[in-house]
């Protein structure tokens, strides 16, 4: 798919367009003619309303694992919202304080590496995977 995520007044937006982009290719520096379909996970900026239990957050910006959310308890008479969060068999309690700042919600997205013609392989229908993603697909298929 001919996809690029750009930002947009902070917040990350997935641009779709119908004709290759007009960028280069990550591995050679050919133009690239799509991006990378290989699954990955990505930070989603998520207002907290929006954030339910069982819901995959990042707890800082510098997190590499997200964490899980147990509850949300909003507390409009402080204007806080408390929240418990688990990673593993470990649980953490926090009180945001400043609960309309969005939150990093763990998305499945894709790799969107631009690639070109020989850097990129057509794995199925809509589904192309970068030099790196393909040999980690024919490892595993
Ligand atoms: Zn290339
Ligand atoms: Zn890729």
């Known amino acids: 798919m001919h996809c690029e995520r ?18 280069f290719c990550r591995y050679c520096g050919a133009r690239s003619v799509a991006l990378c379909d290989w ?3 990505r930070r989603q900026p998520t207002p907290i309303d929006q954030v339910k239990p ?3 957050i990042y707890r800082f910006t510098s997190s590499t694992q997200p964490d899980e959310v147990i509850y949300l308890k909003p507390q409009p ?13 470990q649980t953490f309690e926090h009180v ?22 020989r850097c990129l ?3 199925g229908p809509d589904r ?14």
């Not at 204007?79 to 593993?88: H, K, N, S």
């Not at 030099?131 to 298929?141: E, F």
């Open 96 to 117: 945001i304080t400043e609960p309309w700042k969005p939150v990093l919600v763990a998305v499945q997205g894709t790799c969107d590496a631009p690639c070109c013609r």
């Open 6 to 23: 750009i930002q947009i007044d902070g917040a990350s937006v997935i641009v779709c367009g119908s004709g290759p982009r007009k960028r």
């Open 128 to 141: 192309d995977y970068c030099r790196r993603h393909w040999n980690a697909w024919s490892a595993i298929s």
């Open 77 to 89: 008479a402080k204007g806080e919202v408390w929240m418990a969060t688990r990673r593993g068999n």
């Open 54 to 56: 069982g819901s995959m």
């Open 39 to 41: 699954p990955k996970m």
């Open 121 to 123: 392989r057509h794995v």
